[in-house]
């Protein structure tokens, strides 16, 4: 990580009630690498600014508002960042909202994300009104954003002023890795992958998505036993194990190559992590070049194609 990385994310988090206790919600049950490195950095991070860990952990849609207020009490909620904020992801999106609803009287915070919405115009207008009621009722709400795009996107279609922070993946720890060759490509095969786009000119088995690596997937099944854990201190035990595991299988896919082409923005951040050059792509979403064209100094080997 960059000392410019953490400077960032420290000041941008580091003015809420540290004193007290705190909880992470969001955790992300699914096989995306790149969103545990996102729940990774924010452990390290808000564990660093506070001191201790958090007193509640969930995934948005095991959340228990009552549990929350156990652990809690007057602290602060952090909810995930990433890029599911908008109709794309309107499933996830929705769950949100109704945790964030259950616990509108005490501080919550949403970490540096990104908005994802079906078309590049503009979300669902049914789902738009629901999110700014939801996030009116919220009395002490402060949101972070990964790139200017998106700090735009909200202010004018949510309403909300939002402040810019790194994606917190940028202070994850990431695996040494011994290139063994030239390059590989990490391209999306999912809904954000751009349409049109060219296929990778990469022999395949230089090329590759997240979930074409079957640790990952294994990994994803473990962290579903979390369901069954009842205990704050075994549950936070657990997603951390499994999220590691994610990374460390992501960090092996990249490390492999000495350049990396790539569409997902934690394939630029870990592979910038790992100092690998890399030439970026954008998604549908424009997030990766958003983001890639806000923060250039935290991703000097990068190169935006």
Not at 111 to 134: D, H, K, M, Y
Not at 164 to 186: K, N, Q
Not at 254 to 260: A, F, H, I, T
């Amino acid at each position: 990580m960059t000392v410019s990385a953490r400077h960032h994310i420290e000041h941008a988090l580091g003015g809420f009630a540290l004193e007290k206790p705190y909880a992470i919600i969001d955790y992300p049950n699914y096989a995306n690498p790149g969103d545990c490195a996102i729940w990774l950095g924010a452990r390290k991070a808000l564990e660093s600014l506070y001191g201790h860990p958090p007193a509640y952990v969930s995934t948005v849609k095991q959340f228990d508002a009552q549990r929350c207020r156990n652990g809690i009490g007057s602290g602060t909620v952090f909810f995930l960042g990433g890029g599911n904020f908008g109709s794309l992801y309107e499933k996830h999106h929705r769950m949100r909202l109704r945790a964030m609803e259950q616990i509108a009287d005490v501080p919550i915070v949403l970490l540096p994300l990104s908005v994802a919405e079906r078309t590049a115009e503009s979300g669902e207008t049914a789902l738009i009104a629901e999110t700014r009621t939801a996030l009116e009722r919220c009395r002490n709400l402060k949101v972070f954003v990964r790139e200017h795009d998106s700090r735009k996107k909200l202010l004018e279609t949510y309403g909300i002023a939002a402040d810019l922070c790194p994606d917190t993946a940028h202070w994850c720890s990431v695996s040494h890795v011994r290139p063994a060759t030239d390059a590989v490509a990490l391209l999306r095969k999912d809904g954000e992958a751009l349409r049109g786009r060219s296929s990778s000119t990469l022999p395949d088995n230089a090329t590759f998505d997240w979930r074409d690596d079957r640790s990952i997937l294994q990994m994803n099944r473990l962290g579903k036993l979390s369901t069954f854990i009842p205990t704050t201190r075994l549950r936070l035990a657990l997603f951390d194990r499994v999220a590691k595991a994610k990374v460390h299988a992501a960090s092996k896919l990249l490390g492999r190559g000495n350049r990396v082409v790539t569409d997902r923005l934690h394939g630029v951040i870990l592979a910038s992590l790992m100092k690998r050059e890399v030439l970026a792509s954008d998604n549908m979403t424009g997030k990766v070049g958003a983001y890639v064209n806000t923060w250039p100094q935290l991703l000097p080997d990068v190169t935006l194609d």
